[in-house]
């Protein structure tokens, strides 16, 4: 949606806004679908994670994942995560825990994220969408409505205008 | 339980008044736009004055919308990254954003908004350069001006709506049709502004404003309904303060009383056609402030 073009996806597939390019419209803040955008009050650009950028760049994993103590934040090669996690799942199920499920690691989900979190509730409970889709979703049919809203209005003025009009 | 709108989930863009202002005024100036087109090239000539009126309002009305528009910006030095890649100066659009091809629309929207104004001004006597009364019909390069600049005025009016449609907040990105209900009410407010402006003129011109608008009001009726069965479990939401504004301040002070006033003024010629034109331009203005705070307060 970005009318500047600042939001870059990185050579790592993961997403940067870039804030020397950012006007500060707003307008990715309320297309993304987990809220994650914000404004940073002190440059009045938007301002997302950037996965450590910079840390990436030099071969780093994400301070996040490095420094967390319980090791609930795990970073790496997305294949390899989802098979981690999968085991994960089928452990904590066979423990009993029929709740346990992934969130956002399958295809289904937009299509496929690169970051996915394992659940024990519904995602709601956790402040995640249920059901998370592409804010483009709404542009063809929005699109449409509005141009046969163009054409009934442009008749109306037709009629109103010229069989009134013309009459003294 | 039956799971909630993943609309809910997201974070506010912080759009309050100086957008809510911008849309009012938006929609006024491209819907004043092509209602002087369409009187253009419908009407006889009793309708051209009120569609010099027309150029008149729009293009002073499409400077205030860009001001604003700007002045929104966090960072409003910046506003041309909407047009060019601030890096390589390359022009920047993307078809498939509605605030990248509206940004362009409307800047387009503005130089055909400033030829049918200066072809305006040049109807008067007094102005010395004749030629320019050519941006207006029936001449060739006047119809061209009237016709392109109001399928822009058209955008300008509906594209906003559609904006909000394209995101993930409640109530916007819940429905798909805000374009159509801003579009139709872009006209409506239109037709009322330049009903007031115009009460000088030739009264069966007005009528013919008021006709038109009474049209729109039951269209927007019609469509507020609809917009409110589309949300479904979000409608929710607007049981509260805002569903109380959205039904006595846009639904029957903004349309449904001035509804009657028009067929008063339709009828007996009197005065309460300026009531009504009044009352709808409250009403219009009210919509996008329910559109848009009951999404950002959610
Ligand atoms: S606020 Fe978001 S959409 Fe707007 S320019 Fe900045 S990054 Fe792009
Ligand atoms: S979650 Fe998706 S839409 Fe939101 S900021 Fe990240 S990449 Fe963009």
Redesign the pocket.
Same mark, same amino acid.
């Given at each position: 949606m970005c009318p500047t073009g600042a *939001?870059i996806r990185t050579e790592f597939d993961t +997403?940067v806004i870039q804030s020397d390019v950012c006007n500060g419209c707003r307008d $990715?803040i309320g297309? $993304?679908?987990?809220g +994650? *955008?914000d404004i940073n009050p002190a440059s009045g650009t938007a301002q997302?994670c950037t996965l450590c950028y910079d840390r990436l760049q030099v071969g780093l994993e994400p301070a996040c994942a490095k420094a967390c103590p319980t090791a609930s934040i795990q970073f790496g090669p997305v294949a390899d995560l989802r098979k981690r996690a999968d085991a994960r799942v089928s452990q904590l199920q066979n423990a009993g825990e029929t709740r346990a499920q992934l969130y956002g690691a399958d295809d289904k989900m937009l299509g496929g994220l690169n970051s996915f979190f394992l659940l024990v509730d519904r995602p709601e409970v956790y402040g995640l969408p249920p059901d998370p889709r592409l804010p483009t979703r709404n542009l063809k049919s929005s699109s449409w409505l509005s141009v046969i809203g163009a054409v009934v209005v442009s008749v109306a003025g037709l009629i109103s205008f010229r069989t009134r009009g013309s009459r003294a | 339980m039956s799971a909630p709108s993943s609309t809910l989930f997201t974070a506010p863009p912080e759009w309050h008044w100086l957008i809510i202002f911008y849309f009012f005024l938006g929609g006024i100036a491209g819907g004043a736009y092509f209602l002087g087109a369409l009187m253009d090239l419908f009407g006889g000539p009793l309708q051209r004055p009120l569609a010099r009126l027309a150029y008149l309002v729009a293009f002073p009305l499409t400077v205030v919308c860009g001001l604003l528009l700007i002045a929104d910006l966090r960072r409003p030095l910046r506003f041309w990254h909407m047009m060019l890649q601030s890096e390589t100066l390359r022009p920047m659009l993307k078809v498939w954003s509605p605030m990248s091809l509206g940004s362009w629309a409307l800047l387009l929207f503005g130089f055909f908004a400033f030829l049918a104004f200066l072809g305006a001004l040049a109807e008067d006597e007094r102005w010395r350069w004749r030629g320019l009364a050519r941006l207006r019909p029936p001449g060739l390069l006047g119809l061209v001006v009237a016709v392109l600049g109001g399928v822009l005025g058209f955008f300008v009016a509906g594209y906003t709506g559609v904006l909000l449609t394209v995101t993930n907040r409640p109530i916007w990105g819940d429905t798909t049709l805000l374009g159509l209900v801003f579009l139709i009410s872009g006209a409506s407010t239109a037709a009322a502004l330049l009903a007031l402006l115009g009460q000088r003129r030739a009264a069966s011109s007005v009528h013919a404003l008021e006709r038109f608008d009474s049209i729109m009001l039951v269209l927007e009726l019609v469509a507020l309904i609809a917009l409110v069965v589309s949300l479904g479990g979000v409608a929710r939401l607007w049981l509260s303060v805002w569903g109380a504004l959205l039904v006595l301040g846009v639904v029957v002070l903004g349309i449904l009383i001035p509804l009657g006033l028009y067929r008063r003024s339709l009828r007996f010629g009197d005065a309460s056609g300026v009531a009504a034109a009044a009352l709808v331009l409250a009403g219009g203005f009210l919509l996008r402030v329910v559109i848009i705070l009951s999404s950002e307060g959610a």
């Open positions: *939001i +997403v $990715c297309a $993304c679908p987990f +994650v *955008i997302k | -």
